[in-house]
């Protein structure tokens, strides 16, 4: 080996060593201090070696690009560092400096960063760090990282109060519990990020009442229109004024007639009866609607203003529990559903065709003429006998546009569902709406889980749940 590596070293520097001094040669390769020279060299040799491969593996990692995932303030996060995918397997040591800040930690043994960041802003990690072969007292090496954690957009959005003053002004939000005969009513409606951050109104509204001496119940739930200036106007003598037309006008004597005609009908269903029914619920809801649509032009006539400007959905509900089951008479105009699921949850209903369309033209109100002209009038009112059912709910589209999508997806079960386990807890925010707990406390909760994050959806949202 030494005498390969001599040659080697000659031959590099034009020395030959000629046969007649080969002898001679071979002394001068025994020669102790000879050997010891090349096992000197040898060893530096390879000190040079694993000096540029140490210092080129440094500049390596330096130059890596290394991307931590943005993180959101107030959102848990959790990133797990791929060693093997970063090829730091031959990392002897490992910290992360700069976190302390953001709410974020690392976990060594896991090589986790979890937490659930405090603040938003772009932070420089520093990434602490030995590679096998250095010795543990020196000093770690050093390599910045930018890890962006992003405002909570909840936060980007003022909460400017609406002006109090106004002579149309009603809360922001509103949440109540109420007890309905042998059920019970939740509903929640709330000023949409929309209206809050530029101090506007809650154009949403509902109504309702229970009769007590009779067991009717009246339920109310109407959507003012964003681009109408007096909505939040319309929307409230909508509501109102359908519960006080129940008040006055759902009289003794025609309460005794649908006694009469439901009476004839459990004991013998047919065609008559059932036309009979359709027709009660044709003349008397829609004498309702059409008192309403007769107050909101009249109030625009007062406050000199086009009627247009009080563009509002109307959806409602008569319910009465009977021998025979629970009678549900319904009406709506607008893009506000009325849904009613069964009592062992394998089937939802729909009491109401929606009138929607692929802008917001395709919704109509209440407000508008042309609706009580239509040969399509007939189609927005609905009749229901059921023995029993687990929910009755009315909402504006601030609901169902984020949890529901599209039109197709309030027919289907497996949709209701999720809604009813968001409403449980399932979701992002893991906010809790306790059905089974008939309480104010619940309305509350109700009002707290209006506050979920929809991207895109900021509208009023107003929901009425009948348990």
């Given at each position: 080996?030494?005498?390969?590596?001599?040659?080697?070293?000659?031959?590099?520097?034009?020395?030959?060593?000629?046969?007649?001094?080969?002898?001679?040669?071979?002394?001068?390769?025994?020669?102790?201090?000879?050997?010891?020279?090349?096992?000197?060299?040898?060893?530096?040799?390879?000190?040079?070696?694993?000096?540029?491969?140490?210092?080129?593996?440094?500049?390596?990692?330096?130059?890596?690009?290394?991307?931590?995932?943005?993180?959101?303030?107030?959102?848990?996060?959790?990133?797990?560092?791929?060693?093997?995918?970063?090829?730091?397997?031959?990392?002897?040591?490992?910290?992360?400096?700069?976190?302390?800040?953001?709410?974020?930690?690392?976990?060594?043994?896991?090589?986790?960063?979890?937490?659930?960041?405090?603040?938003?802003?772009?932070?420089?990690?520093?990434?602490?760090?030995?590679?096998?072969?250095?010795?543990?007292?020196?000093?770690?090496?050093?390599?910045?990282?930018?890890?962006?954690?992003?405002?909570?957009?909840?936060?980007?959005?003022?909460?400017?109060?609406?002006?109090?003053?106004?002579?149309?002004?009603?809360?922001?939000?509103?949440?109540?519990?109420?007890?309905?005969?042998?059920?019970?009513?939740l509903a929640a409606s709330?000023?949409?990020?929309?209206?809050?951050?530029?101090?506007?109104?809650?154009?949403?509204?509902?109504?309702?009442?229970?009769?007590?001496?009779?067991?009717?119940?009246?339920?109310?739930?109407?959507?003012?229109?964003?681009?109408?200036?007096?909505?939040?106007?319309?929307?409230?003598?909508?509501?109102?004024?359908?519960?006080?037309?129940?008040?006055?006008?759902?009289?003794?004597?025609?309460?005794?007639?649908?006694?009469?005609?439901?009476?004839?009908?459990?004991?013998?269903?047919?065609?008559?009866?059932?036309?009979?029914?359709?027709?009660?619920?044709?003349?008397?809801?829609?004498?309702?609607?059409?008192?309403?649509?007769?107050?909101?032009?009249?109030?625009?006539?007062?406050?000199?203003?086009?009627?247009?400007?009080?563009?509002?959905?109307?959806?409602?509900?008569?319910?009465?529990?009977?021998?025979?089951?629970?009678?549900?008479?319904?009406?709506?105009?607008?893009?506000c559903p009325i849904a009613?699921?069964?009592?062992?949850?394998?089937?939802?209903?729909?009491?109401?065709?929606?009138?929607?369309g692929e802008f917001s033209?395709?919704?109509?109100?209440?407000?508008?003429?042309?609706?009580?002209?239509?040969?399509?009038?007939?189609?927005?009112?609905?009749?229901?006998?059921?023995?029993?059912?687990?929910?009755?709910?009315?909402?504006?589209?601030?609901?169902?546009?984020?949890?529901?999508?599209?039109?197709?997806?309030?027919?289907?079960?497996?949709?209701?569902?999720?809604?009813?386990?968001?409403?449980?807890?399932?979701?992002?925010?893991?906010?809790?709406?306790?059905?089974?707990?008939?309480?104010?406390?619940?309305?509350?909760?109700?009002?707290?889980?209006?506050?979920?994050?929809?991207?895109?959806?900021?509208?009023?949202?107003?929901?009425?749940?009948?348990?």
């Open positions: 080996m030494d005498k390969s590596f001599i040659q080697e070293l000659f031959k590099a520097n034009n020395i030959t060593v000629g046969t007649n001094r080969q002898h001679l040669f071979d002394a001068f390769v025994n020669e102790e201090k000879n050997r010891l020279a090349v096992k000197l060299i040898m060893e530096n040799k390879k000190l040079l070696m694993d000096t540029w491969q140490f210092k080129n593996r440094l500049a390596d990692i330096q130059q890596q690009p290394v991307s931590i995932p943005n993180a959101t303030a107030g959102k848990p996060y959790e990133v797990k560092l791929d060693f093997a995918q970063l090829n730091w397997n031959d990392f002897s040591y490992f910290h992360i400096e700069g976190l302390e800040e953001s709410g974020l930690q690392y976990d060594p043994e896991t090589k986790v960063i979890r937490g659930t960041p405090v603040k938003s802003g772009d932070f420089k990690l520093t990434l602490k760090y030995r590679i096998n072969g250095e010795d543990e007292a020196s000093a770690p090496n050093e390599k910045k990282v930018p890890l962006v954690i992003n405002p909570n957009p909840k936060s980007l959005w003022k909460n400017m109060e609406s002006d109090k003053n106004d002579p149309y002004w009603k809360e922001d939000n509103v949440a109540i519990y109420a007890p309905l005969g042998d059920r019970h009513l709330k000023r949409g990020r929309s209206h809050a951050n530029t101090g506007g109104f809650r154009e949403d509204d509902f109504a309702f009442k229970h009769f007590t001496d009779t067991g009717w119940s009246v339920l109310v739930v109407s959507d003012g229109a964003g681009s109408a200036r007096l909505s939040r106007a319309g929307s409230r003598i909508a509501c109102n004024g359908i519960v006080e037309y129940f008040e006055q006008h759902f009289t003794p004597e025609l309460r005794s007639t649908f006694d009469a005609l439901i009476a004839t009908h459990t004991a013998a269903p047919g065609d008559k009866t059932q036309k009979e029914l359709t027709r009660f619920v044709y003349d008397n809801l829609g004498k309702a609607a059409f008192t309403i649509h007769k107050k909101l032009e009249e109030f625009a006539a007062t406050a000199a203003a086009p009627v247009k400007d009080l563009h509002s959905t109307l959806i409602f509900v008569l319910l009465k529990k009977y021998e025979s089951g629970y009678v549900i008479m319904s009406f709506g105009v607008g893009d009613l699921i069964n009592k062992d949850f394998s089937d939802i209903a729909l009491l109401n065709r929606l009138d929607v033209g395709g919704t109509r109100f209440i407000t508008m003429q042309e609706i009580f002209k239509s040969d399509t009038f007939a189609t927005r009112f609905g009749f229901r006998l059921v023995p029993d059912f687990s929910y009755l709910m009315l909402m504006t589209d601030g609901i169902y546009d984020p949890k529901f999508e599209v039109e197709a997806n309030l027919e289907k079960l497996t949709e209701w569902k999720a809604l009813l386990e968001d409403l449980g807890g399932k979701n992002d925010d893991n906010v809790k709406v306790d059905l089974a707990s008939h309480t104010t406390e619940t309305a509350n909760q109700l009002s707290a889980w209006m506050d979920f994050w929809s991207p895109g959806n900021h509208d009023d949202r107003t929901l009425m749940i009948i348990s």
